[in-house]
């Protein structure tokens, strides 16, 4: 049986990235923001002074090691093993690479090194070869293919992106795993 080829981002698709990215801001600045507070893909919410502060967490090493999984995703991808095959399709600064790596190993070591592609920018995720993408990024909302699934994980930044035939929303791993059963002919 060929198994279907599903592309995951990583950043709020396999961990729990902007909350967590919004804890260290907030601690840092003295202020609130939550992921509802995100209504746009660049964080406009983010004060203009302390952009530098939170852009530059993502050059740290530990603000990558402290980051969790998102809860439900790993056990929904190893029930749906049989049906699917991944790659993972992240786009981030290179000098960050190794740590994304170490991520991943550490939380999802089934996920082979080697179906990992790191892409320079976001919309470069359409020249993946994939049945499935599973993300959450707005900007990629008219340039996939038509013969690409596209699961977009529901978030505040991209509630522009409309639903069709190919495009699916979805709010967490429970919906995602559910839909990707449906796909796959499981159930109904």
């Known amino acids: ?16 990235m902007v909350p967590y990215w919004l804890r260290k ?13 995100v209504k746009d893909w660049y964080f406009p919410c983010i004060p203009r ?7 530059g967490l993502l050059k740290k090493p530990s603000f990558w090691r402290d980051m969790q999984p998102l809860p439900g995703a790993a056990p929904a991808l190893q029930s749906l093993s049989s049906h699917y095959e991944y790659m993972v399709v992240t786009s981030m600064p290179p000098a960050m690479v ?4 170490e991520w991943l ?21 359409r020249f993946i070869n994939a049945d499935i993408l599973i993300d959450d990024c707005p900007l ?15 978030r505040p ?21 559910q839909l990707l059963r449906q796909m796959a002919g499981e159930v109904s």
């Not at 049986?1 to 729990?16: E, F, P, Q, T, W």
């Not at 930044?157 to 795993?177: L, M, S």
Request: aromatic fraction near 12%; proline fraction near 3%; glycine fraction near 6%.
């Open 49 to 55: 002074e302390g952009r530098e502060y939170h852009y």
């Open 140 to 154: 990629l909302d008219g340039i996939l293919p038509s013969t690409i699934h596209w699961i977009l994980r529901d």
């Open 105 to 125: 190993e550490r939380h999802y070591p089934f996920l082979l090194q080697e179906n990992v592609v790191f892409v320079g920018s976001m919309k470069a995720k």
């Open 25 to 37: 801001f907030n601690r840092h600045a003295g202020t609130s923001f939550t992921v509802d507070d």
């Open 1 to 16: 049986m060929n198994k279907k080829r599903i592309a995951l981002d990583v950043d709020d698709i396999l961990s729990d």
């Open 98 to 101: 190794k740590y994304r790596v």
């Open 157 to 177: 930044y991209n509630k522009t992106v409309k639903t069709g035939p190919t495009v699916h929303r979805c709010r967490d791993w429970a919906e995602i795993e």
